[in-house]
């Protein structure tokens, strides 16, 4: 299996309501980030969280990382139908000297009027 | 406006006919990088570049290449394509080859037929 693994693999909801996604890895990391794809585009950076931090915050968004069970949570509040999109998280590994991203496969979420 | 632009944007080829897909960044930064986007099997990296003239492997580099002779520029190149190449192709961009977000070009659509 792959080093970011999402769940759920596909998400649908009332606009409104909160969604959240998870990410599970398996090695070491230096930093974990979550992007944002609309529908065949360019991913949107949305937020990266550090190994030593557990949260993060940024407008609607809230992100949790948990390095003991190597971990991390995408929570989006109060969401919108601009949020239905593909969202992944991707793992920054320390590889011959720089860094490397490892993407996971991807949360599809639908947000429903 | 700070972007990262590939061309072409769609592209239908046929078996071994040689190839170049674009990529500039308008950012100045150090680091670019290649990947492919396949159903079912999420984002996986390609090459590399940390800056000019420093290029490495990533985790699906047969059948391409690259090169990096200025700051803005990473060209991936075909030189004898296959359908097993038929994908969805993003270049990214980050100022640093540590521990930064990644800014993603609007990706090419390539078929090979």
């Known amino acids: 299996s792959q080093q970011g693994e999402e769940d759920p693999q596909a998400l649908s909801i009332q606009e409104g309501e909160n969604a959240t996604m998870n990410c599970s890895y398996k090695?070491?990391?230096?930093?974990l980030q979550w992007y944002r794809q609309n529908s065949g585009r360019g991913l949107v950076h949305l937020i990266l969280?550090?190994?030593?931090?557990r949260e993060k915050h940024s407008g609607r968004l809230r992100v949790t990382l948990d390095t003991s069970k190597k971990s991390s949570s995408l929570l989006i509040t109060a969401s919108r139908a601009a949020d239905t999109a593909s969202y992944f998280c991707?793992?920054?590994?320390?590889?011959?000297?720089?860094?490397?991203?490892?993407f996971g496969q991807g949360t599809r979420l639908t947000i429903n009027p | 406006e700070a972007q990262v632009t590939q061309n072409p944007r769609y592209l239908i080829t046929v078996t071994g006919k040689k190839l170049t897909v674009t990529c500039s960044q308008n950012?100045?930064?150090?680091?670019m990088s290649w990947y492919r986007q396949d159903p079912g099997l999420g984002l996986r990296q390609i090459y590399y570049?940390?800056?000019?003239?420093?290029?490495d492997k990533g985790d699906v580099p047969e059948g391409y290449k690259v090169s990096r002779k200025e700051k803005r520029n990473f060209p991936l190149i075909l030189e004898s394509p296959s359908p097993n190449q038929t994908s969805l192709y993003f270049c990214?961009?980050?100022?640093?080859?540590?521990?930064?977000?990644?800014?993603f070009g609007p990706g090419t659509r390539l078929t090979v037929t």
């Open positions: 570049s940390m800056n000019v003239e420093v290029t």
């Open positions: 969280i550090r190994s030593n931090e």
């Open positions: 991707a793992t920054g590994l320390e590889f011959q000297g720089a860094q490397k991203l490892v």
């Open positions: 090695t070491s990391i230096n930093n």
């Open positions: 990214a961009s980050s100022p640093w080859f540590r521990a930064y977000e990644q800014y």
């Open positions: 950012m100045n930064h150090e680091y």
